[in-house]
């Protein structure tokens, strides 16, 4: 008898299971009992169990072996965005601005300043509104939008999925995909299903495959897709709407975190009339991470469910903050030096890209903060030889959302605060690690 788990319909076993695992009665990598064995146990249909099952395996929470049963899936922790904290290594696996690229905010705080908000007052800043309404202009069906402001775009869009979806909807990523993006959906209890993407940014294919499989919502980024850089261009964008077009109240994210900074042009998914959407951009990448602020633009309905969960002086964003980024966006020097630093990062990308060309490592030019480089060999061993040059790289297996065949063979670098020596050591000591890497398989071979 397996007591613990009880329950006459598939939605009841199923909820039963998940209390036992929730509780720790079943631990990661315990074996359920066998389909056969639990529907005698219970007095129920066999195919109930199998229902039951099938649910929990399409949640995440366990995975079918075939004879080897059905066990409960071992807990993952999900990488995440930033430095190293701990270590001696020189990290060029960040994502992170160039701190001295960041403006200075310190005479806008000085503009900032204005009387008190209080309890009830509205949650958007006049002046923010002002100048974000122009800001998000070039959203598709910004005719008929409506502005919020969240802190940051992953708390916008962790908050749009939670007023549209359950827990075990299923939810669209590109993939490879942000880790802040996996880090949503996981919390969110959503089950993430992989889009494909190329060098044009999300495929066709990867997206109609998504919708079969019942994706209820997809998050897409229009440019400097994070890790890969890709952007979209003007054709596949519109290949993408017309898929989405059949599709009017699947709710399509666009985060857009690259905006002022990409020398792209921002070609939106979102077709003409759709019910449900959000376009999403924050201000962290050109004003910095601790400038928690991010501008959505959405559908009346979305943007009214996300009202309610900013509360008026309880859970809006700050005012002073607010007027902080709008004292920064209509400074003149300021826009100048976001202007400036968008040159930087395509200059120094470009610039790294060359000395790997000249290495016999080919990498594409992206939009973005990074460069994902194909190395031709498993990167997780070439991260090990340049930890022993004294870098600490990142390989893109963090990044996959599907089940990967074999490893990873990209590098997401973050090469834009190195200067030219640096630079070339680095590139060199990546075509030494290649080198190593594949030496070892030859001699393995």
């Not at 979102?270 to 559908?299: E, I």
Request: aromatic share 4%.
């Amino acid at each position: 008898m397996h007591a613990h788990i009880v329950g006459a319909t598939a939605s009841e076993i199923a909820d039963s299971v998940r209390s036992a695992i929730e509780s720790g009665v079943l631990p990661p990598g315990a074996t359920l009992p066998p389909v056969r064995s639990l529907a005698a146990d219970l007095g129920v249909n066999r195919n109930t169990v199998v229902a039951a099952y099938r649910h929990l395996a399409q949640s995440g929470l366990v995975i079918a072996r075939g004879r080897g049963g059905t066990r409960v899936t071992a807990r993952r922790l999900v990488a995440q965005e930033g430095f190293a904290p701990d270590s001696a290594l020189r990290d060029v696996g960040t994502g992170n601005p160039d701190p001295a690229r960041i403006p200075d905010p310190s005479r806008a705080l000085t503009r900032a300043a204005g009387r008190p908000v209080l309890y009830g007052e509205p949650v958007i800043d006049p002046g923010l509104e002002s100048w974000a309404d122009a800001w998000m202009s070039d959203a598709t069906c910004a005719a008929r939008s409506r502005l919020t402001i969240t802190s940051g775009a992953a708390d916008a869009v962790e908050r749009i999925l939670a007023q549209a979806l359950t827990r075990d909807d299923a939810v669209g990523l590109e993939d490879p995909c942000f880790l802040t993006s996996i880090h949503t959906a996981r919390l969110g209890g959503y089950r993430p299903i992989a889009i494909a993407c190329d060098d044009s940014g999300m495929t066709v294919d990867g997206l109609r495959a998504a919708i079969a499989e019942g994706a209820r919502a997809i998050i897409c980024t229009p440019r400097a897709q994070n890790p890969s850089g890709a952007s979209l261009t003007a054709e596949r964008a519109d290949q993408l709407r017309e898929v989405l077009a059949d599709h009017p109240y699947l709710l399509v994210i666009e985060d857009d975190h690259f905006s002022m900074l990409s020398r792209r042009t921002f070609h939106s998914v979102v077709p003409s009339g759709h019910h449900r959407w959000a376009l999403v951009r924050s201000v962290s990448k050109f004003l910095g991470p601790d400038m928690c602020l991010a501008v959505t633009s959405s559908d009346p309905e979305t943007a009214s469910r996300l009202a309610l969960r900013l509360t008026p002086g309880t859970t809006w964003v700050s005012h002073l903050l607010q007027r902080l980024v709008h004292a920064l966006m209509i400074d003149p020097e300021v826009h100048a030096a976001i202007a400036d630093a968008a040159e930087h990062y395509a200059a120094r990308n470009a610039a790294f890209v060359t000395r790997l060309a000249s290495r016999g490592i080919d990498a594409t030019e992206p939009d973005g903060l990074n460069l994902w480089v194909d190395v031709g060999v498993p990167a997780a061993e070439v991260t090990i030889h340049l930890m022993r040059r004294g870098w600490l790289a990142r390989a893109g297996d963090d990044f996959v959302l599907s089940p990967a065949s074999r490893p990873s063979q990209r590098l997401r670098l973050t090469v834009h605060e190195l200067d030219d020596r640096d630079a070339d050591r680095l590139a060199g000591d990546i075509a030494d690690a290649v080198e190593g890497v594949r030496g070892l398989a030859d001699g393995v071979a």
